[in-house]
Each structure stands twice: as structure tokens, then as C-alpha cells.
């Protein structure tokens, strides 16, 4: 049994057949245009996912339907992308569109939800029933797994934990508003506190470290803060502080099981998940009389877009 997986984003458009144990098999990828209109975009996607299937001779009783993960305020209920900043789409019939060209049922939710829904069902998720994934990219990406299912919201448009409010009045978000969790706690965020570090202080280590890695990106204060330089120290604690404060917000409402990190920041693995962990077990109300919540790393990885919109069939 297989389906078609899509992961759409702002720069690249990926698919690949994936069976219902979540193992991938062929893949395809096209670039997106930026300014290019949605359905000139889509067509596009249209005519390679035909020709995609030719080539790699599948028939169309091979598969059971189209899963597709968008990211940015999705109606799954009625297949609509209500909007999608990355992508500049707006008020979308995606479902319908992909249905029409394609000849197959298509499921749409958000990128963040095929995420989660991939790791619940095939890595780090799969021993719990509650849990939170978090991606640590661009923004903040979530998804919410509750009772063993995915979480999504009225008419699919919840599960927004990066634009709940972590300071009042706080920094501009992308969102519009002030404060939220993705303007402290996104790799977008942490470089933005390096530069501004680094230009307070240029004796830092963060400087050496950048002209090493070509430039200042996410990994460059975690790289200065394991070789001691105090700022870069400062700012990872700082960072660790942002985003458990915002994980014991959620704690606090839903008690998951699990927290699991995903997204490029996740990937400097026990050095900054021990530092979360500690800081959430010394700081979280009612620590003595609720059990604890596990922070781990996801295991499906760079393929759990394609793998978690393939499984929106398998569910
Ligand atoms: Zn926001």
C-alpha cells in the first residue's frame, strides 16, 4: 500500500512514495519561483508528479492517495490554504486543484503537523500518546499530539505554539504581533542575538567562529559556547531560557509526555537538550506532584515532511 507524500516550502516543492511502515522510496523535488502566482506553481507541481509516476511505473491503483504538508495557516477540514506567507499563497482550493489534475484523493494540513504526524507514527513519537514536536527553524514551527492523535484544531488552524505570547509588548514577531515564542526562540532569533552580542563584543570567540563557517547562522553560538567563550555561553543560556519558558507554557496546559525538538537548532543534540531539560525540571510549577516530560530529539528526520503528509493515509 502506498501513498504519495508532498512537502511543500518556500524554496522547493518534494514527493516520494512511501508505504504504510513510513519507508520511502522514490523521490522527486522542484524548485519553487518566488513570485511565481499558485496556480502557475501547482500546474507545475501537476505535470511532474505525472510524469514522476510514469516514470517510475506506478499505476494508479498503486496508490491510495496524495498527502501534502503546506506551511502557514491551513484549512484541512476543506483543503484550503487560507495563507501561506513563505509561499505568498492565499485562500487556496489546494485539495481541489491537486484532485482535479491528479486523479487521486488528496489530504492537505500544515508542514509542522506532517512533521509531528511522521515522528508519532515512525520515530521518536511512536512510545507516547501526548506530545509536542517543535521545530526550531525560520520560525517555530508545532505540531500537538493528544490521545494518541493528532491535534489540529477548529477547521485545522490551530497548533500555533511559536506565536504564543512569551513577553508582553515584546519584539516584533513575523506574525504581526508583539512578544510571541518564535521572535526569542527561533534560529531566525538566536542569530539575530549573536550579531547584536557580537557587536558589543569583538573580542568573542562568535567572531572566529563565523568567519570559520562563512557566516553568522544558528550553529555559531553553540560552536563558541562548547570551546568556553563567555558570550557565546550567555547567549546559548539565554536561548535555553527563551524556549523552556515557553515549553512549561505548554506543560502547564496540555501535560504532554514528550517534548521533541526537530529543525536545524535540535541537531546540537544532549549539549543544548540536557541544558532545556534541566532548566525545565528545576523551573516547572508543580514539578513534585506531575510526572515529568521527556525532551528528546526527533529520529524520522529530513524526510518526515513527505513521510507524515504520506501518512495523513495511513492514520
Ligand atoms: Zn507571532
Given at each position: ?7 511543500i516550502g518556500g524554496t522547493s516543492i518534494k ?14 523535488k522542484m524548485p519553487v ?283
Amino acid at each position: 500500500m502506498f501513498a504519495l507524500g508532498i512537502d511543500i516550502g518556500g524554496t522547493s516543492i518534494k514527493g516520494g512514495i512511501v508505504n504504510n511502515k513510513g519507508k520511502l522510496f522514490d523521490t522527486f523535488k522542484m524548485p519553487v519561483t518566488k513570485d511565481e502566482n499558485q496556480d502557475k506553481t501547482v500546474k507545475k507541481l501537476i505535470r511532474l508528479v505525472k510524469r514522476f509516476l510514469k516514470e517510475y511505473h506506478y499505476k494508479n491503483e498503486d496508490i491510495i492517495g496524495v498527502g501534502c504538508g503546506v506551511p502557514g495557516i491551513i484549512d484541512s477540514t476543506n483543503g484550503i490554504v487560507t495563507f501561506s506567507g513563505n509561499l505568498k499563497w492565499h485562500n487556496f482550493a489546494l485539495k481541489r486543484v491537486l484532485e482535479e489534475g491528479l486523479g487521486f484523493p488528496v489530504k492537505i494540513t500544515n508542514d509542522a503537523n506532517a512533521a509531528a504526524l511522521a515522528e508519532a507514527k515512525y520515530g521518536s513519537g511512536s512510545k507516547y500518546k501526548s506530545f509536542l514536536m517543535v521545530t526550531l527553524g525560520t520560525g517555530i514551527g508545532s505540531g500537538i499530539f493528544v490521545d494518541g492523535k493528532l491535534y489540529e484544531g477548529n477547521l485545522g488552524k490551530g497548533a500555533e505554539f511559536g506565536h504564543s505570547l512569551l513577553v508582553m509588548d515584546g519584539r516584533q514577531c513575523a506574525c504581526g504581533r508583539k512578544g510571541c515564542l518564535e521572535a526569542y526562540a527561533s534560529a531566525t532569533a538566536l542569530v539575530k542575538d549573536t550579531r547584536a552580542m557580537m557587536e558589543f563584543h569583538k573580542d568573542s570567540l562568535l567572531w572566529k567562529v563565523s568567519e570559520e563557517l562563512g557566516s553568522v547562522n544558528a550553529r555559531v553560538p553553540f560552536i563558541a559556547a562548547r570551546e568556553g567563550d563567555k558570550y557565546a555561553i550567555e547567549l546559548v543560556d539565554m536561548y535555553v531560557k527563551y524556549l523552556s519558558e515557553g515549553l512549561i507554557n505548554y506543560f502547564n496546559t496540555f501535560r504532554p509526555e514528550a517534548v521533541i525538538l526537530s529543525g536545524g537548532i535540535a541537531e546540537e543534540g544532549e549539549f543544548l537538550i540536557s541544558k532545556i531539560r534541566n532548566y525545565c525540571q528545576t523551573h516547572d510549577y508543580g514539578l513534585k506532584m506531575c510526572p515529568s516530560v521527556d525532551i528528546v530529539k526527533s529520529s524520522v528526520g529530513y524526510d518526515s515532511g513527505k513521510i507524515g503528509a504520506a501518512a495523513l493515509f495511513f492514520d
